[in-house]
């Protein structure tokens, strides 16, 4: 069985940092990725990962903000989320798949996704 399971949101003020955990049991897949939706907004990338090269990928819009990373041994992802802004508010999700042949980008390309978890950003 698989299961990924986030924590880390919370509520902070703009320039603030946060870590978000995902937790994935059951077995690794190929590719893990952090996606974002904020009410009455399209779900959008923010960064991926693939397991076995450690390869990294990151939107425009939270280069140079956010990092993507791995833990081998807890079999976690974590998101690293530097100089926050209102605008990085939002429900974050992780995901992951074993199809290496659709865009690590491309939210239709994971087929497995966690519950999510809030991110609030004040200014």
């Known amino acids: 069985q698989v299961q990924l399971v986030e924590s880390g949101g919370g509520l902070v003020q703009a320039g603030d940092s946060l870590r978000l955990s995902c937790a994935a049991s059951?077995?690794?897949?190929?590719?893990y990725g952090w996606f974002r939706q904020a009410p009455g907004k399209d779900r959008e990338f923010v960064a991926a990962?693939?397991?076995?090269?450690?390869?990294?990928y990151h939107a425009d819009s939270v280069k140079g903000r956010f990092t993507i990373s791995r833990d081998n041994g807890k079999n976690t992802v974590y998101l690293q989320m530097n100089s926050l802004e209102p605008a990085d508010t939002a429900v974050y999700y992780c995901?992951?798949?074993?199809?290496?042949?659709?865009?690590?980008?491309?939210?239709?390309?994971?087929?497995?996704w966690g519950q999510g978890t809030q991110v609030t950003v004040s200014s």
């Open positions: 995901a992951a798949s074993n199809s290496p042949t659709i865009s690590i980008m491309i939210d239709h390309g994971y087929d497995y």
């Open positions: 059951g077995r690794t897949f190929s590719r």
């Open positions: 990962i693939r397991w076995s090269s450690g390869s990294r």
